[in-house]
């Protein structure tokens, strides 16, 4: 079984084109195992405390659109959530945790400057893992 970390963030389209990817490895549906990794920050701790027991990242849009496309493909999922900072950190430590075999990253639109460099959570992934990192184009924030 080949071992996909496919960490999310809210922006669906980004969510999806990183679901797309995966499933178009090859014999996805049989070979392939995702783990949708969807971190809870701090922005989102607005909740009232009465509803923290319904906080679950199988209830944000962007986990359920790239959870539903990997399904409707045959790809086997598994969501995870975690709370904090969506640092390189937690997405390496995830992916060391599950043994994972790469990590499938969202792209993001970027101004020609910008272009010449990844997002700061992207970049320090790449540098920090010794596994293969595929980001994938997709969505503006």
Known sequence: MYRVLVPVDTNEERAVTQA???????????SVEAYLLFI?????????KDFEQFKSAS????????????EDNGVDV???EGSGDAEESDIVQ??????????VLG?????????AVF???????????DRPVVVT???TD
Not at 59 to 70: E, K, T
């Open 20 to 30: 797309r990817y995966v499933s178009s490895l090859p014999n996805a549906a049989d």
């Open 40 to 48: 809870f920050t701090e922005d989102d701790e607005e909740l009232p």
């Open 59 to 70: 209830r944000i849009g962007s986990v359920r659109r790239a959870m539903d496309h990997l």
């Open 78 to 80: 598994t969501v995870l």
């Open 94 to 103: 995830e992916a060391e945790e599950y043994d994972v075999d790469s990590i």
């Open 107 to 115: 792209g993001r639109k970027r101004s020609p400057v910008g272009k």
């Open 119 to 129: 997002g700061s959570v992207t970049q320090s992934v790449i540098l920090n893992t």
């Open 137 to 139: 184009g997709g969505g």
